[in-house]
Each structure stands twice: as C-alpha cells, then as structure tokens.
C-alpha cells in the first residue's frame, strides 16, 4: 500500500536538509522563546487565542500578526520527516518495504511508551513541553529506526 | 518457512549481489532470506525458483512450526 505514495530516491536528500536545521533550531524556539524580528508578520488564522490575555486580535477567521518562525520549524521538521519516510531507497524491494512498517510499528509503540512515562511523571506547565514534542516524535522515531535498520541489514549483507 | 537458497546459489557459484541483480531485489533481502530472517513473496519465491530453473518447492519448505 505504502509504495503508491513513495516518491523518487532523489527527494531524499531534501528531506535532511528541511529536517536536521528545523530539529536543531527547534528547541531554542521553544526554551528560549527565540523570535527573530523580521518574522513577525501578518498571517490569516482560522482561529486565534491567547489564553493569558484578552486582545483584539483573539478569535475566528482574521488576520493576525505572528512570529512564524515556530510554524517553519515544525513545516521542517513534519515535511522533512515524510519526504524521507516516502522516499525509495536505490534497491527498494519488498523487504526495504517490509522494514519501513516494521519500523513505523515500533516507533509507534515506543512513543506510546514514552508518552505514558510522561503522562505519569511530568507534571504543571512542563506537561505542555512533553505535547509540543510529542507532536513530532511518531515522525522523529520511525525516521530514526528505519535508518538503523536499513544501515544494520546493509551492514550485515556487506560482511557476508 | 525453511530454504535453501545457499545451497542453490553454491551450486550456480553466483554471488547473493549476483543473484540479487539477477532477480531484480536488493542485496540484503538474499541476505534476510538466506540466513531465514525473511519469507519472501510468492512472487519472489517464484523469481528465485525461475532462476535457479528448478521447482520452488524444491527451495522453500514448510517447517513443523508453520
């Protein structure tokens, strides 16, 4: 099923380029409340709401003004993530195919494991940091092993 | 599923990167196949048969645990 959305090898490489600086830059933007000034700009919101305080800019379907580096970061990192999740690899056959769902499997069991941890031992405002990362670690995880099972069978088929 | 694609490969004195061009499939998925890591496709399984001309039964066999 997963082989009618695969694009060509060549996205591949992209897909790094958008993931790795976006994963970097990602958590000064959310520790350090990093904002760099000519990224305010006016942006359309379907639906705006600063929970602390009341504005004129809250509510549906207006132009607000927002510092989108946040939003570029996250497009980096979820665009990033699929371009390599959907990208065929040189020799993709079958089992290359087989690893890629094994390898989303277990990055979703693993990241429900994690987020239980969380939801047990993070409490209060730090819960919001444990929500902001868990957006993207299903993507980061499944990137992540199926490389290390791509690069462990490549590995193991080289030695013989 | 047991195999014996080494042995068959061993008789046609052809590398696993040999045989994986040959059948068109990476060289890690003779590997997995081989070390009895992976039960390929029927369709794969077929290939294999094809191209070693002997019946695919004559490779793949069920084991007491399938």
């Known amino acids: ?160 | 599923m047991k195999n014996k694609v080494k042995v068959h490969r061993a008789i046609h004195d052809i590398t696993q990167a040999e045989l994986a061009r040959r059948i068109g499939v990476s060289r890690q998925t003779i590997n997995a196949i081989e070390s009895q890591n992976y039960v390929p496709s029927t369709v794969l399984a077929l290939k294999i048969a094809c191209e070693f001309k002997v019946r695919v039964e004559e490779i793949f066999s069920l084991e007491d645990t399938d």
Request: glycine residues 4%; proline residues 4%.
């Open chain 1, 1 to 160: 099923m997963i082989s009618k959305f695969q694009i060509s090898h060549k996205w591949k490489k992209f897909g790094w380029i958008l993931l790795i600086p976006s994963l970097v830059l990602g958590p000064f933007n959310v520790y350090y409340e990093f904002e760099p000034e000519f990224l305010s700009v006016r942006v359309f919101a379907i639906f705006n709401e600063v929970i602390i305080f009341s504005n004129p800019e809250d509510g549906p379907l207006r132009f607000i003004t927002n510092n989108i580096l946040d939003e570029l970061l996250a497009i980096g990192v979820i665009a990033g993530a699929l371009i390599i999740i959907l990208s065929r690899e040189t020799d993709e056959d079958e089992y290359i195919r087989l690893m890629r769902q094994e390898a989303m499997f277990w990055a979703f069991i693993v990241n429900s494991i994690l987020l239980l941890l969380m939801v047990c031992f993070i409490y209060g405002m730090s819960f919001l940091h444990v929500m902001i990362f868990n957006l993207f670690t299903p993507l980061i995880l499944f990137v992540l092993r199926f490389q290390y099972v791509l690069y462990r069978s490549r590995h193991k088929a080289e030695a013989q």
